[in-house]
T-cell receptor, first 114, second 114 residues
Framework: QKEVEQNSGPLSVPEGAIASLNCTYSDRGSQSFFWYRQYSGKSPELIMSIYSNGDKEDGRFTAQLNKASQYVSLLIRDSQPSDSATYLCAVRGAGGTSYGKLTFGQGTILTVHP | EPEVTQTPSHQVTQMGQEVILRCVPISNHLYFYWYRQILGQKVEFLVSFYNNEISEKSEIFDDQFSVERPDGSNFTLKIRSTKLEDSAMYFC????????????FGNGTRLTVT
């Protein structure tokens, strides 16, 4: 069973702080990695994608990938109350096409308090 | 920006009835997916569809489920005889603009089986 595990949370940070979200995956051959944000009752919304080891920055968001450790993380700098949501880690495994399914973690609930 | 659209947004049905959930993927996308999310649980893969056939399906996607692309734009999920445990949010997604690409999700259909 190919698994994606996220730190259980919930995670609460003050406004302006850095929020750190973590994810591990079991399929060593996984090719691509995504972070989605999901507000309550809404659909997943793509925040970041990362495919190579290292860091990838986009505005206040930084994704980090370490394939040797099978670990993906998302840092949110200068957290805002509007960042309060569930963050989903999603992994596309090996063996499929470039358009294969994504496997999601259970999500980490983030609350940013003023 | 192109969107995946789903209808209806909410469907209430009685146990044993058939339901059809509808999706219009992004027009130049080639790969289509259905996911479901039971309240409070993770986003789960149901089925992927490419070139007018199922490319992968999960254990959840049993004989009660079917998918179809009846024309050049619509993508449907049919549940033949709904059960109480089918109550969930159902998300359609599509991709196909390049390798290693993310999934773009519709707003979802909330299915309530009574």
């Amino acid at each position: 069973q190919k698994e994606v595990e996220q730190n259980s949370g919930p995670l609460s940070v003050p406004e302006g702080a850095i929020a750190s979200l973590n994810c591990t995956y079991s399929d060593r051959g996984s090719q691509s990695f995504f972070w989605y944000r999901q507000y309550s009752g809404k659909s997943p919304e793509l925040i970041m994608s990362i495919y190579s080891n290292g860091d990838k920055e986009d505005g206040r968001f930084t994704a980090q990938l370490n394939k040797a450790s099978q670990y993906v993380s998302l840092l949110i700098r200068d957290s805002q109350p509007s960042d309060s949501a569930t963050y989903l880690c999603a992994v596309r495994g090996a063996g499929g096409t470039s358009y294969g399914k994504l496997t999601f973690g259970q999500g980490t609930i983030l609350t940013v308090h003023p | 920006e192109p969107e995946v659209t789903q209808t209806p947004s909410h469907q209430v049905t009685q146990m044993g009835q058939e339901v059809i959930l509808r999706c219009v993927p992004i027009s130049n996308h080639l790969y289509f997916y259905w996911y479901r999310q039971i309240l409070g649980q993770k986003v789960e893969f149901l089925v992927s569809f490419y070139n007018n056939e199922i490319s992968e399906k999960s254990e959840i996607f049993d004989d009660q489920f079917s998918v179809e692309r009846p024309d050049g734009s619509n993508f449907t999920l049919k549940i033949r005889s709904t059960k109480l445990e089918d109550s969930a949010m159902y998300f359609c997604a599509s991709t196909g603009t390049g390798g290693l690409s993310p999934l773009h999700f519709g707003n979802g259909t909330r299915l309530t089986v009574t």
